[in-house]
T-cell receptor, first 112, second 111 residues
Framework: QKEVEQDPGPLSVPEGAIVSLNCTYS??????FMWYRQYSRKGPELLMY????GNKEDGRFTAQVDKSSKYISLFIRDSQPSDSATYLC????????????FGTGTRLKVLA | DSGVTQTPKHLITATGQRVTLRCSPR?????VYWYQQSLDQGLQFLIQ???????AKGNILERFSAQQFPDLHSELNLSSLELGDSALYFC??????????FGSGTRLTVV
C-alpha cells in the first residue's frame, strides 16, 4: 500500500463546475500538506499549503484536511479550462528533512 | 520563471552512458531536492541536500549520485544508464520546508 493514494482520473467537468480532488494517506505523522498543479511537461506549481487539520481558502481554491480520517481535499470553484492540469497532493511529517511524499496526481479536464 | 533553474531541458543518451543534471536553487534557499517523475510512478523522492550536506535519501539507485556545491547549486549524476531511467528529473528548493519551488525539469531519454 502506498503512503499517499490519489485517484489518477481523468476527471472531466464542465466549465463553471465545482471540482473536488482528494488524497488519502496512511501515515498519521503527516502534519504538513500541499497541493500542486502541474501542466503537461512543466514543473509542479505550489497552489496551497496547510498545516494540521482545518480549511484554508485562496481565491477559487479551498484546501481541507481531516486528520482523523487521513483525508485531504482540494476544491476548485468556478472551474475554468485553464484549470485543466494534473493536481498533485504532497505531505510530510515533522522530521527535519522536509521530505514530502507525493501522490501520483489526478488529471483534471475542464470542458468549455 | 520559478527561480529554480535546471539544465539541460532535454537530454537524449544511449544505454550505459553517464549524464549530469544541474540545478540552481532559488536565491536564499539552502535545501535542494531531487525527484524523478515517470508516467506510472509519479514523483519519487531521490535525495535532499541542505547547505552542502546530504540530509535525506529516498529510493535512489546506487548508479545515481548527487552533490551540492558551496554556491548551493546541485548536480545529479546518473551512470550506467538503462532504458528504465528515462523520465523527467525535477529539482526543487526550499528555505524552511513550507513548500517547494520546482524547476522546469530535465527530460531524460535513454535509447
Amino acid at each position: 500500500q502506498k503512503e499517499v493514494e490519489q485517484d489518477p482520473g481523468p476527471l472531466s467537468v464542465p466549465e463553471g463546475a465545482i471540482v473536488s480532488l482528494n488524497c488519502t494517506y496512511s501515515n498519521s505523522a503527516f502534519q504538513y500538506f500541499m497541493w500542486y498543479r502541474q501542466y503537461s511537461r512543466k514543473g509542479p506549481e505550489l497552489l496551497m499549503y496547510t498545516y494540521s487539520s482545518g480549511n484554508k481558502e485562496d481565491g477559487r481554491f479551498t484546501a481541507q484536511v481531516d486528520k482523523s480520517s487521513k483525508y485531504i481535499s482540494l476544491f476548485i470553484r468556478d472551474s475554468q479550462p485553464s484549470d485543466s492540469a494534473t493536481y498533485l497532493c504532497a505531505m510530510r511529517g515533522t522530521s527535519g528533512t522536509y521530505k514530502y511524499i507525493f501522490g501520483t496526481g489526478t488529471r483534471l479536464k475542464v470542458l468549455a | 520563471d520559478s527561480g529554480v533553474t535546471q539544465t539541460p531541458k532535454h537530454l537524449i543518451t544511449a544505454t550505459g552512458q553517464r549524464v549530469t543534471l544541474r540545478c540552481s536553487p532559488r536565491s536564499g534557499d539552502l535545501s535542494v531536492y531531487w525527484y524523478q517523475q515517470s508516467l506510472d510512478q509519479g514523483l519519487q523522492f531521490l535525495i535532499q541536500y541542505y547547505n552542502g550536506e546530504e540530509r535525506a535519501k529516498g529510493n535512489i539507485l546506487e548508479r545515481f549520485s548527487a552533490q551540492q556545491f558551496p554556491d548551493l547549486h546541485s548536480e545529479l549524476n546518473l551512470s550506467s544508464l538503462e532504458l528504465g531511467d528515462s523520465a523527467l528529473y525535477f529539482c526543487a528548493s526550499s528555505v524552511d520546508g513550507s513548500g517547494y519551488t520546482f524547476g522546469s525539469g530535465t527530460r531524460l531519454t535513454v535509447v
